[in-house]
């Protein structure tokens, strides 16, 4: 599977966004998908994921109230919608996909930068 996020980019504290991220060639299951970050000199850290089947979300505590991830399962593409956005939040996102409650995140996709100025 080959993930393909977008959506990033330059925004003033207190902005929003919103990322995509589709997934496309062989996909035999998704069981997560999620977002994570990694902000300059700092390692990737999660921040939302979505139970592709249930719909159940986990946020990062960071972003509880600020984001939220959706899904659209027939296009197998999920979002990040980013409301209030604090300069602590500029990072690279990433999407990765969980494929069975027995398999940790993988098939990273390129990342999007987003930055976000005070």
């Known amino acids: 599977v080959q993930l393909q996020a977008s959506g990033g980019g330059l925004v003033q504290a207190g902005g929003s966004l919103r990322l995509s991220c589709a997934a496309s060639g062989r996909i035999p299951s998704i069981y997560v998908m999620g977002w994570f970050r990694q902000a300059p000199g700092k390692d990737r850290t999660f921040v939302a994921s979505?139970?592709?089947?249930?719909?159940?979300?986990r946020y990062e505590d960071s972003v509880k109230g600020r984001f939220t991830i959706l899904r659209d399962n027939a296009k197998n593409t999920v979002y990040l919608q980013m409301n209030s956005l604090k300069p602590e939040d500029t990072a690279v996102y990433y999407c990765a996909v969980r494929p069975t409650p027995y398999q940790p995140f993988g098939s990273w996709g390129q990342g999007t930068l987003v930055t976000v100025s005070s």
């Open positions: 979505i139970g592709w089947s249930s719909g159940n979300t």
